[in-house]
């Protein structure tokens, strides 16, 4: 067997994992937050100065957002509980610390300081925890994208062959997700020009996509690099996916209320999934063994999915219009969080009915089981972020503490201010932070940090027997790979580079 086939084989036929260990690990990156902003508040309340040197925030931001979303997919999978309960069990004791050692003249009641931190109000100029989303969601993806090359990556991690829930199934749903909830509708941004002019520009703007696609078919085929063709088919790829997803579901939000955008979502996918089990495309999909019939035979699981992605897009698209409305107070958010969290219990409610009635979660097909596992997964997830940016909220309420990046900062006239004005210096200071934050960097070209860990992945598998590699090995390349992206990432943010394909 040559080490194409070999490589084809290794992440072809699997089943994927439980939906339960793809929610436990879930909470591992909000906690990671979590602990990057307890140390810095720690640090401050210690008599700490900031900034430190780019260098020193690079390297913290990775080995304590990065590394340990590396290392939890690759030789600590098997004790992922304990990482997760761990590092829950350190960021309590760090919000103890910083509770001992708050700067207060009078130290308030417990029962008055909550009841303060519930009426406290947050900046309203912006919502960090969809920044993060989207940031996380690329990194996990990135990671995901070569660490499946390696036997230190757990089988049951990677894409399922036809049904089943692999945690690399979820991240393609949730970075269609993704990108639906900054999306103009999502942000009631309104149309400039006529509707047709609207929809053309969106036609315009995804020609990076289709580019970028058309280079990765063209460097495929003529490399002789492995391929996993049940995948998406013989020519299609992710960036038509999104291409076309964007395409469509901007005409549609065009013509539909964008404010009803989940029962179109909903429409979209039921429908779908009756055409799966009343007609013969279900068989065509999964079983139709010609790929010469031509364009249409040769990229049918490429084609067809496109329609669950739309549904998943559209469904985003009303999540992003709820989140993105004004909320004041931490309890207007604590309430936001109950309902995402409720919607997303009855959505998986609703998919244990699917699975069992219908049929299971597939991603090659993208059926309606996997439109609501990944909305509900995507709701969860979105959840335990805006959970944990709350906990550090509280926590810098009780220091006086506002330098941890990408996250909330309560606005000026609450009581962490004491009722004085951010002064222009401060201002400076988090702004000179967000300048040194890793997620910013990776923020600010999402695309090209996609586009650039598809072409490392290529070069790696190129250079290196991934199969055949020893774990410790397979993690400093993992380890390398992810901190050249990010480093990438960083200096282009340092020089506040943004590149745009359009």
Not at 247 to 272: D, H, R, T
Not at 291 to 316: D, H, K, P, Q
């Amino acid at each position: 067997m040559s080490q194409k086939d070999q490589k084809e084989a290794f992440v072809s036929n699997l089943n994927g994992t439980s939906l339960g260990e793809i929610s436990l690990g879930s909470a591992l990156a909000p906690l990671c937050l979590m602990s990057r902003g307890l140390v810095l508040i720690l640090y401050f309340l210690s008599g700490g100065v900031f900034p430190f040197p780019w260098m020193v925030h690079l390297l913290l931001d990775f080995t304590m957002l990065i590394l340990p979303l590396v290392l939890s997919c690759t030789v600590l999978s098997e004790v992922l509980y304990l990482v997760i309960l761990s590092l829950a069990a350190i960021n309590v004791g760090m919000l103890f610390c910083i509770y001992h050692k708050r700067k207060h003249v009078a130290l308030q009641p417990v029962q008055k300081l909550f009841k303060d931190f519930l009426e406290t109000k947050l900046e309203t100029n912006r919502i960090p925890f969809v920044t993060v989303f989207r940031v996380l969601v690329n990194v996990k993806t990135a990671i995901s994208i070569l660490a499946v090359d390696f036997a230190v990556f757990p089988r049951r991690y990677a894409k399922a062959e036809t049904y089943g829930t692999g945690v690399m199934d979820f991240g393609v749903g949730a970075f269609v997700l993704s990108n639906s909830l900054v999306c103009p509708e999502a942000r009631r941004k309104q149309a400039v020009g006529s509707k047709f002019s609207h929809v053309t520009k969106q036609l315009l703007a995804v020609w990076p996509l289709v580019v970028l696609g058309m280079a990765r078919l063209i460097g495929v085929k003529a490399t002789g690099y492995h391929e996993h063709v049940s995948e998406y088919g013989v020519h299609w790829n992710f960036f038509f996916t999104l291409a076309i997803v964007r395409v469509v579901a901007s005409l549609l939000l065009s013509v539909f209320p964008v404010n009803k955008s989940w029962v179109l979502g909903l429409i979209i996918g039921g429908f779908y999934q009756m055409a799966l089990e009343v007609t013969e495309l279900k068989s065509f999909i999964l079983h139709g063994s010609d790929r010469s019939g031509g364009f249409l035979s040769a990229n049918r699981e490429g084609v067809f999915s496109v329609i669950g992605y739309i549904a998943i897009y559209m469904t985003g698209v009303q999540v992003g219009l709820f989140i993105m409305e004004k909320r004041v107070l931490v309890k207007d958010w604590i309430k936001a969080i109950f309902c995402l969290l409720l919607t997303s219990l009855a959505l998986m409610a609703a998919l244990v009915v699917c699975q069992n009635v219908v049929e299971p979660v597939s991603r090659r097909m993208a059926n309606l089981s996997f439109c609501i596992w990944t909305v509900s997964q995507s709701l969860y997830f979105l959840c335990c972020l805006t959970a944990a940016d709350l906990l550090l909220v509280f926590a810098k309420v009780l220091s006086k503490c506002s330098v941890v990046s990408t996250s909330w900062n309560p606005s000026q006239d609450t009581p962490m201010q004491d009722g004085k004005p951010v002064t222009h210096q401060e201002g400076k200071m988090r702004e000179k932070l967000d300048g040194f934050c890793l997620i910013q960097a990776v923020n600010r070209n999402q695309l090209l940090f996609f586009l650039l860990s598809n072409i490392m992945t290529g070069l790696t598998n190129v250079m290196v027997d991934t199969v055949n590699s020893s774990n410790l090995f397979s993690i400093c390349v993992l380890v390398s790979y992810m901190f050249a992206s990010s480093f990438i990432m960083y200096i282009l943010h340092l020089k506040k580079i943004m590149v745009k394909f359009w």
